[in-house]
């Protein structure tokens, strides 16, 4: 089978492709038509939408209802190229439109039903709003057509067991004969202007459709002909119908009687009549004559007799106020025998609007009669009306969040001040947000909120020229007119401390070479900086997570005296931050010690020290003497000392007394000056002898003094004799 593939794309309602249904029908005792049309086994393509008829085979007897829908599937989200190498969009679908033609000679129309919302109808193809820009039915001449379109596009679905049902018609085999049925004029209409989805439809010649023929008796020669008309055209339940018979007639005599079947149960007769149908509804209105041989003769019309659509509509909130939008809905609506397409609201307050469902806001406190009118698609309407009273508004704004951050900053730095703000109330607000540290003014912004609303804004505040302190931080809502909950006007955050960094070092003094650890606090977080030594770029920092750091270096070659450990801070581009410290660089020239005492002392003496202590050649104070004997048996003694002038100081020592021993004593001196800038030590060690007294060691001096002239005097008469021998 050959797919008919139309590339003729239109802007309007576009001619596809022609499907035909060809129905095949049976009466008693004949038999087939013989028509050689049949159905073909090829399946639909699966990579473009196709419309078809369903079912494509229907054999009826005479008499007899049946029912063809109108269906559409494949409909993918892809796209298409067609033997021309055009592409086409597939999906995105947002309308349906096409034409339906029989022959009324034998067909009989008896119902209709779009099945175009999806909202209404779970396997319709179009989303509400949807709007009807076509739809007219003809019975008298065989046609119909529709045409609707929506905002909101259809799903893709491609599954040939998902087919989704356009349009169902309804048919009775009326007379012996066959008819087309041509579905013709479709269109699936794409989101723009111009734009189609490609599809594509199917007709006999494609070998898909069937055949529809029926047979009857025809009426005997001379039968009278009926044939009657009625009015008004579309007639409405409860409203009179007129009939109206006066153009039959009978070819060979005259008509004697009017036999009238309302479709309903009801009957009557005459030439003229009128009926009123009780409910909705097509009928079937039989007229049948006879005439003075007896014969008689028949006509069927099917009567569609039309309702109002039910309108009924919701709102909320029940207990709207001023200036508060109220949300009007009427889902509710319903057609008994059709669909509403049209909306039509009337608020009481000289405005208006459309739509299944809308919105308004009433300036003004009060009641106020709300009425809403429903069309269908016969034209009919209907309207209800309901009261609801609109109470007074509430005018309430609120600041519902602040945050400063960072909490900490150095002098010159941003803080980032965020804040939300909302209407509370029902209606319209402007008002101003003021947002403050301490009671001085950061920044004012201008908010313009409906009822419900949150919105919210944030401002940097740069604290430059700003003193170090702890500040609170706050916001403001100004007071909008009759607003009586002022309590969350006013927001407070807590405070920002404004503070250079600090840091400490640890030893604070020490010479050339000490090993120093800085510590910090306070610093901008994740970032580095500059560690100096007075100016002198002595390595970099980095800070953690918490504004801390953390280093360590070694004192480099400097003077002695105070010098300025800085962590050096540049943010902004201009502002520049220095973090100070002081460490003393200590001069540690070794400190000279001297001490002047006697070699032998006796017992019973009393031994007197010297001590001199001189620094760079200069005798200074010691700041601190520290004078210890060690005495023959290993003891020690501290000794006290007197200061006789500048770094000139005396000890005494007393050798007599009990436990007095003699033998050699060390007298060790350790002394210290220091002063801002000098750390200098020294250390002296002197020592003596101390022996008995000078009475008890003469008589062994005289004996040794005897016994080393006698013995000088034999080494001299040796050396004379030895002498004289030589000679």
Known sequence: MKNKAVSNMLLSLLLIGVMSVWFVAYSEGLTSTGNSNTVSSEPFPTNRPVLFLDPDVIERDVGVDFTVGVKIFNLTDAAYTDPQNKVYPLGNLYGVGMNLTWDPSVLEYVSHLVKIPVDDYPDGVLYYPT?????????????????????????????????????????RAKNAGSSDLLLTQVALP????????????YDTATGRGAVFSTSGIPEPPGAPIASFAFSPAAPKVGEAVMFD?????????????????FGDGATATGENTTHTYATHGTYRVTLTLTDNDGLTGTQTRPVRIRTYPVAAFTYSPLDPRETQTVTFDASASYDPDGFIFGYYWDFGDKTIGVGRTTSHAYQTLGSYDVSLTVTDNDGLTNTIVNPITVLAGIHDVAITYVNAYPRRVMPGQYVEIDVEVANQGTSYEIFEVTVYYDDNM??????????????????????????????TIRAEASVVSGETDLADNIYVDGTVTIALPKISISPASGPVGTKVAVEGQGFPTNAGGYLMFDDQLIGFVFVDSNGNLNAVFNVPFSEAG??????VWSYYSSAVTESKATFIVSEVTPLDVTIDVGAIFFKGETVEFYVQTVFNGKAVDATSINPTLHLPDGTTQTLTWQRIATGLYKLRYATSGKGSMIGTYTLVVEAGYTTETVDSHGTSIKAFLIKSTWER????????????LGLISAMLVLWRKEKKRLL
């Open 442 to 471: 950061i920044g004012r912004g201008t908010w313009g909120l409906h009822p419900g609303e949150i919105d919210w804004a944030w401002l940097y505040w740069r604290t430059t020229d700003i003193p170090e302190g702890v500040y």
């Open 697 to 708: 060691e003469m008589p062994k001096a005289a004996a040794f003094s005897i016994a080393s």
């Open 131 to 171: 709007t009807v820009w076509e739809d007219n039915l003809n019975i008298d001449a065989g046609w119909y057509k529709m045409a609707h379109s929506s905002s909101n596009p259809a799903p893709p679905f491609n599954n040939p067991g998902q087919n989704n049902t356009v349009f169902e018609i309804t048919f």
């Open 190 to 201: 794409g989101k723009n202007v111009g734009d189609r989805v490609y599809h594509e439809g």
């Open 562 to 567: 105070s010098h300025i450990v800085k962590v």
């Open 245 to 261: 018979a006066s153009a039959s007639y009978d070819p060979d005599g005259e008509i004697i009687s009017y036999s009238w079947d």
